[in-house]
């Protein structure tokens, strides 16, 4: 399929240009901005941007809070900072020292020269990758106590009996990958890998026992995890289904046409 829309690669002062037009066409009324990535405080709305690979941009990673300046004065900050000391902690998010956050917002309400008004701020889990924040990777168990998926990634399993086993979509989210595999996966019985494919509810007693379980998605494409919640899967190694599902993905990747994109380089 043709690109038909020209697109522009940027210069800085273009994107400058671009910045303060959108702000006129979208304006707000923001008095100063300070970037503990930039270490200052800007006036200019134009300017007030969180590079886009900041968790609290990509991953909604962050948390924030907002104080009232009344008179000239900012009304309640300490109970203000006890809460963002408290969410931090809950959403474990490192933060600055207590005097340091105080005195950074104080020296931007300064800044902005707003006497009324309220001063917003935020805590992030801060740049770095485009995945998740290096944490533990959970699995979803709905209240019915059946599997669901991971935080990122869909999760498949293999039972006792050899059954591919995927969990229904109605609650998670139908991930691309899932599908284009169950799909692939009848290849699998005629070559006796598995007896059969199906999409069901799995209740999480059973998914403990399954002797493999696999996490799916377009980043991972397919990878086995050989230990839950210290307790091995199956033989605790990867198992030959999961590498059959990854080469069966890897193969479409490189020829089934109808789903390949050129691109003009
Ligand atoms: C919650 C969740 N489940 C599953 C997936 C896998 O989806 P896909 O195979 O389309 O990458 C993702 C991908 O980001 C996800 O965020």
Redesign the pocket.
């Known amino acids: 399929m043709p690109v038909t829309t020209a697109l522009q690669t940027l210069t800085a002062d273009e994107v400058l240009a671009r910045l303060r037009a959108l702000r006129t066409r979208q304006p707000v009324k923001f008095s100063a901005f300070y970037s503990s990535q930039l270490d200052g405080i800007v006036t200019d709305p134009a300017l007030m941007v969180v590079p886009f690979d900041d968790h609290m941009v990509h991953r909604g990673h962050g948390i924030f809070d907002t104080a009232a300046i009344e008179a000239g004065k900012i009304y309640d900050l300490e109970a203000h900072l006890d809460r963002f000391v408290r969410s931090a902690r809950n959403s474990k998010l490192k933060l600055p020292a207590r005097e340091e956050m105080r005195d950074i917002i104080v020296r931007t309400t300064a800044a902005s020269g707003r006497r009324d008004g309220s001063i917003r701020y935020w805590a992030s889990a801060g740049p770095g990758s485009l995945g998740l924040t290096p944490v533990d990777n959970g699995v979803f168990i709905d209240e019915a106590g059946n599997v669901g998926?991971?935080?990122?990634?869909?999760v498949a399993f293999v039972g006792a009996d050899g059954m591919l086993k995927h969990p229904k979509f109605d609650h998670?989210?139908?991930?691309?990958?899932?599908?284009?595999l169950l799909e692939l996966a009848a290849s699998l019985q005629t070559r006796n890998l598995i007896t059969g494919v199906q999409v069901c509810d799995i209740p999480v007693a059973e998914a403990r026992a399954a002797r493999e379980m696999m996490l799916?998605?377009?980043?991972i494409k397919v990878a086995p995890v050989v230990e839950w919640d210290q307790r091995p899967i199956g033989a605790g190694k990867p198992g030959p289904v999961a590498r059959a599902l990854r080469e069966l993905l890897e193969a479409d990747m490189r020829s089934a046409r109808e789903r390949l994109i050129d691109v003009p380089y």
């Open positions: 998926e991971s935080s990122n990634m869909n998670i989210l139908s991930g691309c990958t899932s599908l284009r799916i998605g377009s980043s």
